[in-house]
C-alpha cells in the first residue's frame, strides 16, 4: 500500500479508477509533522486514508496538505480530506486557490469532459474552507517537523503550478510539470490536456527544475526517479519535438479527431521505440487519453504560437 522513497517520505498508489501505477499521493513525516503531497480525487479518499493508518498513522494527525495544482486527481478530494483531519491546512498556488474554495466551475468543465462518470472518476470534491486554504507564493517554504518544502512556480501543464522542493534531502515534489513516466520506463511524457498547456512556460520551468540539481523527483504519475537529470532533459526534448510536430500539423490543417489519431500514432511509436511494450504502450495511454492531449497542444498552439492571420 505504502512504499518508502526516501527516508520519511511514502509513495501510496491510489488505484485510481482501478488502474495500478498510475496516480499516487506522497506522505511525508517529519517530527510531529504528517503532511500529504496530492490529496488525489475523492474518489481514491478510502485508499489514502488506509495508507495513513498503514503507518500506524490517525488521519487526525495530518498536519498539511499540499496540492501542486487544482486537477481534479491531484486535488480533487482536498476538501473532503479535511473532514478526516482536522488539523491540516491546503496549501496552494494563489491562482489555485479560488477553485478550492469553490470548486464549481472546475467541475462544470470536468463535467463536459466526462459526463455522467464524474462521480464514479473523481468522487466528491467538496469546498475547502477558506479558513484553511493558505496560499504559497513562489519560495514560500512549508515546515513540516524539521523538513522544508519550497513552492517553485512551475508553469506549463498549467499556470499555476507548484513544484515542491525539498532541498536538505534533494527531492523534488514534481506534480505534472515532470511529466508522466510509469514502471520506470525510459520514457518520460507530457501530459498536455487543455487549457491552460503552455510549451514555452514549461521549457523554462523544466530549467528551474534543473538548476535544483535534485537527487530524486517525485512525479504524481508515477513514483521516484532517480536519474533526475535525464528525466528532465528526456522531456525538453519531447516538448520541443512535440512543438515542432504540431507546427507541422497546423500547417497542414490537421485538427480534431485526425490530430488526436495523429499524435496517438506519434506517441506510441515512440513508447514502443523506448521500451519495446505495447501494454506500456497502453499505460500512457490509460494516463491521459490522445484526444485530450490532442486538444491541449491544438489551443495552446491557436493562443500563444499561431499567426495573427491564422487566428482570424
Not at 513525516?29 to 479518499?45: I, N
Not at 515542491?164 to 515532470?178: Q, S
Not at 528525466?231 to 525538453?236: I, N, R, S, T, V
Not at 490509460?286 to 491564422?310: C, F, I, N, Q, S
Request: aromatic share 6%.
Amino acid at each position: 500500500m505504502t512504499f518508502e522513497e526516501s527516508p520519511g517520505v511514502h509513495r501510496v498508489d491510489l488505484n485510481c479508477n482501478g488502474l495500478p501505477g498510475q496516480v499516487a499521493s506522497y506522505l511525508v513525516e517529519d517530527g510531529g509533522g504528517l503532511a500529504v503531497v496530492e490529496s488525489g480525487p475523492g474518489s481514491t479518499l478510502p485508499t489514502l486514508l488506509d495508507a495513513v493508518r498503514s503507518l500506524g498513522r490517525d488521519p487526525r494527525e495530518i498536519t498539511h496538505v499540499l496540492v501542486t495544482h487544482v486537477h481534479l486527481d491531484h486535488a480533487g478530494g482536498a476538501g473532503v480530506l479535511l473532514r478526516h483531519a482536522p488539523r491540516a491546512r491546503v496549501y496552494v498556488h494563489p491562482w489555485g486557490a479560488p477553485h478550492l474554495a469553490d470548486p464549481s466551475r472546475l467541475l462544470a468543465s470536468a463535467t463536459l469532459l466526462y459526463g455522467d462518470r464524474m462521480d464514479a472518476l473523481w468522487g466528491e470534491a467538496a469546498p475547502v474552507p477558506r479558513d484553511r486554504l493558505a496560499v504559497l507564493e513562489d519560495g514560500d517554504a512549508v515546515r513540516v517537523g524539521g523538513r522544508r518544502l519550497v513552492a517553485v512556480d512551475t508553469p506549463g501543464h498549467a499556470g499555476h503550478h507548484h513544484a515542491f522542493h525539498d532541498p536538505d534531502a534533494g527531492l523534488v515534489f514534481t506534480g505534472d510539470v515532470g511529466g508522466i513516466r510509469l514502471g520506470g520506463a525510459r520514457y518520460v511524457s507530457p501530459p498536455t490536456p487543455p487549457p491552460e498547456i503552455d510549451l514555452d512556460a514549461w521549457a523554462k520551468s523544466l530549467d528551474r527544475l534543473r538548476a535544483l540539481q535534485p537527487r530524486m523527483l517525485l512525479p504524481t504519475h508515477f513514483g521516484a526517479v532517480s536519474d533526475a537529470a535525464w528525466h528532465l532533459d528526456e522531456l525538453a526534448g519531447r516538448l520541443a519535438g512535440w512543438a515542432g510536430w504540431m507546427e507541422a500539423q497546423a500547417a497542414a490543417r490537421v485538427a480534431g479527431p485526425a490530430l488526436a489519431a495523429a499524435l496517438r500514432e506519434r506517441a506510441t511509436a515512440e513508447i514502443l521505440a523506448a521500451t519495446g511494450s505495447a501494454e506500456t504502450a497502453r499505460a500512457y495511454e490509460a494516463a491521459v487519453p490522445y484526444p485530450m492531449m490532442a486538444a491541449g497542444l491544438e489551443r495552446w498552439w491557436a493562443k500563444h504560437r499561431a499567426a495573427p492571420r491564422d487566428r482570424r
